[in-house]
């Protein structure tokens, strides 16, 4: 079983809507928990952070469930330029500050 | 500015070469990494150094051997390169403070590597 799992899409929506993405982590200890976004070809950036009470970043809200071990990505309006490929990542910093990602969602948001 | 760099951003070599990616980060971090991106996506870490020392060094073969001379700088040279090798290799760095249970890291633009 992969350490952290995400559906790989492709997602297509179109301009305006909301998205969802969710993804389940199997190592328990985690302790802090990220959303990363690449673009095709460029290096991945962080999007946000996820915190345990659940966070908003404009459009974006973020949302973690320890006892279910399940983080989810709400993006609401969606634009063109979210196009991307959306990745959840885990940190147990007890192993050197080792980000463990999953394998990305790919987002495709058309006019 | 450019906070992560790495070079060069392509490298088309031939199997059996020994190639080498540089990397450096202008943040004053403390930490850096490599990771290997394959062509199914998946980005994996393959080491980590904490101010020039060694903490991460996961299922790598030999062949791949970091160096970092100072906290600012950690390249990887590459021997005896295969067709497997090919992928897109990231350097990263962050800031990593124990009792902290952040590590949000910083990015470089990747090196394409093909051997072909």
């Known amino acids: 079983r992969k350490e952290v799992e995400q559906d790989p899409g492709p997602f297509n929506v179109p301009e305006g809507a909301t998205v969802a993405f969710n993804c389940t982590y199997s190592?328990?200890?985690?302790?802090?928990f990220f959303w990363y976004r690449q673009d095709c070809r460029k290096e991945p950036k962080l999007l946000m952070s996820?915190?345990?009470s659940g966070n908003e970043d404009g459009r974006f809200t973020a949302q973690l469930n320890r006892a279910s071990q399940y983080i989810s990505l709400l993006i609401r309006d969606s634009k063109l330029s979210d196009s991307a490929t959306y990745l959840c990542?885990?940190?147990?910093?007890?192993?050197?500050?080792?980000?463990?990602f999953g394998q990305g969602t790919e987002l495709s948001v058309k006019p | 500015d450019t906070a992560v760099s790495q070079t060069p951003k392509y490298l088309v070599t031939q199997m059996g070469n020994d190639k080498s990616i540089k990397c450096e980060q202008n943040?004053?971090?403390?930490?850096m990494y490599w990771y290997k991106q394959d062509s199914k996506k998946f980005l994996k870490i393959m080491f980590s150094?904490?101010?020039?020392?060694?903490?991460i060094n996961e299922t790598v073969p030999n062949r791949f051997s970091p160096k970092s001379p100072d906290k600012a700088h950690l390249n990887l040279h590459i021997n005896s390169l295969e067709l497997g090798d090919s992928a897109v290799y990231f350097c990263?760095?962050?800031?990593?403070?124990?009792?902290?249970?952040?590590?949000?890291?910083?990015f470089g633009a990747g090196t394409r590597l093909s051997v072909l």
């Open positions: 990263a760095s962050s800031q990593v403070r124990m009792g902290l249970a952040k590590n949000i890291q910083y």
């Open positions: 190592n328990s200890a985690s302790q802090s």
């Open positions: 996820v915190y345990s």
């Open positions: 990542v885990v940190n147990n910093y007890n192993q050197g500050g080792k980000l463990i």
């Open positions: 943040l004053g971090h403390d930490t």
């Open positions: 150094y904490n101010n020039k020392e060694l903490i």
